[in-house]
């Protein structure tokens, strides 16, 4: 053997020992800091308890407030018995974050990343979340069984388009029709001084101008043969934006006219842009009718012309949900004045489903139509409940 091999085998069984020495030592810190972890968390619990907030108790020592919240949480989530110190304490954590919305118990959720041998946060939380997803999707499936499939596409959640569904629709069987349909790129998100899409874009309203153009044009097409004489049509456009030419021009085309002009009155203005003279604090319901019919007032509420419910600010929102939503208590307003218990609502850009609900709520039909895939199973979700609470009201 040449001296070269030798020196590099000598070189490569040093280079071991002190590797394997390294590690030993670096298993051991981590062990302790564990243990250091645990106690932390159980000192601030004992805190707590004790009558200080977290806080008060960062405020005292100069430490992280969050940082001690996120040992609180993780101590109390896992009893003595349930600790794994062979476990860095992050996957805890980890594991403590999704176990409630998986409907699982924290160790449980721990025991399954051991057992899957994820060695590191990031892909614990891709795990997790790929499982979420998973218990969505099922809980979406399992809100269709609560729905009534005696009448064919009514009282149903739709994944597909409404250009699909109307046409299965009986004619002259609708009664009120509430769209909030796209407005394309360039309707929704003007800042002013540049026609852009903003950073604010999403999926739910992400159409060109042209896509979201037609699908107005279809759902005029559409609803006509389908809408009693009685009926009507409620189109949300943006408060701060005049009307295009288009519209009125596809509305007059299939024979509708624009009967009334809401404001919904949302609350506060949004900042918006500090440069323009005025900001938008309501947003504009068109009350389309077919020529010759008759409106009426079904619930003898207020006549006036402008709406105040209070809208979801989307700092409030869940990160999944639509960052237009409509809220049920507006819905529920609208249908009452425009249809009779068991009458038929139909909600073709459907969202969150807010219409829907609302309909479920006052013991009317409905019929959804959504292609988001989010919304949709955040629609099936929630449609769930309220058929639940609906059903135990009743």
């Given at each position: 053997m040449s001296l070269a091999k030798e020196s590099d085998m000598t070189n490569a069984r040093r280079f071991t020992s002190t590797t394997m020495r390294l590690l030993a030592r670096l298993k051991g810190l981590m062990a302790q800091a564990n243990c250091n972890a645990w106690a932390m968390g159980d000192l601030v619990n004992q805190l707590k308890r004790g009558g200080m907030t977290v806080q008060e108790q960062a405020a005292l020592i100069g430490g992280s407030r969050q940082r001690l919240s996120e040992l609180r949480r993780t101590a109390a989530a896992f009893g003595v018995d349930q600790r794994r110190l062979d476990v860095e304490f992050h996957f805890h954590t980890?594991?403590?974050r999704s176990a409630k919305r998986l409907g699982l118990a924290p160790s449980s959720v721990l025991d399954e990343l051991v057992k899957r041998g994820i060695d590191s946060t990031r892909a614990a939380t891709r795990h997790l979340a790929a499982r979420l997803r998973q218990r969505e999707a099922r809980r979406a499936a399992g809100a269709m069984d609560v729905s009534d499939t005696s009448h064919g596409v009514l009282n149903r959640c739709h994944h597909a388009d409404f250009r699909l569904i109307l046409p299965q629709v009986a004619q002259n069987s609708v009664t009120l029709v509430?769209?909030?349909?796209?407005?394309?790129?360039?309707?929704?998100?003007?800042?002013?001084?540049?026609?852009?899409?903003?950073?604010?874009?999403?999926?739910?309203?992400?159409?060109?101008?042209?896509?979201?153009?037609?699908?107005?044009?279809?759902?005029?097409?559409?609803?006509?043969?389908?809408?009693?004489a009685d009926g009507c049509l409620l189109l949300f456009r943006p408060g701060g934006l005049a009307d295009?030419?288009?519209?009125?021009?596809?509305?007059?085309?299939h024979g509708w006219e624009c009967r009334h002009a809401?404001?919904?009155?949302?609350?506060?203005?949004k900042l918006g842009d500090g440069q323009a003279p005025y900001t938008s604090a309501t947003e504009r319901i068109m009350v389309f009718a077919q020529?010759?019919?008759?409106?009426?007032?079904?619930?003898?509420?207020s006549q006036s012309d402008v709406i105040e419910v209070k809208a979801k600010r989307k700092s409030y929102l869940a990160p999944d949900q639509h960052l237009f939503e409509k809220p049920v208590d507006l819905?529920?307003?609208?249908?009452?004045?425009?249809?009779?218990?068991?009458?038929?609502?139909?909600?073709?850009?459907?969202?969150?489903?807010?219409?829907?609900?609302?309909?479920?709520?006052?013991?009317?039909?409905?019929?959804?139509?959504?292609?988001?895939?989010?919304?949709?199973?955040?629609?099936?979700?929630?449609m769930a409940k309220e058929v639940k609470e609906s059903q135990q009201a009743g």
């Open positions: 980890v594991a403590m509430i769209a909030d349909p796209p407005y394309g790129r360039y309707g929704r998100y003007r800042d002013g001084q540049h026609t852009r899409v903003t950073a604010t874009q999403r999926d739910c309203d992400g159409l060109d101008d042209e896509s979201a153009r037609a699908l107005t044009e279809d759902l005029f097409r559409l609803c006509v043969p389908l809408l009693r295009p030419v288009w519209l009125m021009e596809a509305a007059a085309q809401l404001a919904w009155r949302r609350g506060p203005a020529s010759g019919a008759m409106l009426v007032n079904h619930d003898g509420s819905m529920a307003t609208l249908i009452s004045k425009h249809t009779y218990p068991n009458e038929l609502v139909v909600e073709p850009f459907g969202g969150t489903g807010s219409a829907s609900r609302g309909a479920i709520r006052l013991g009317r039909q409905w019929l959804y139509c959504e292609t988001n895939r989010v919304n949709y199973q955040l629609c099936c979700r929630l």
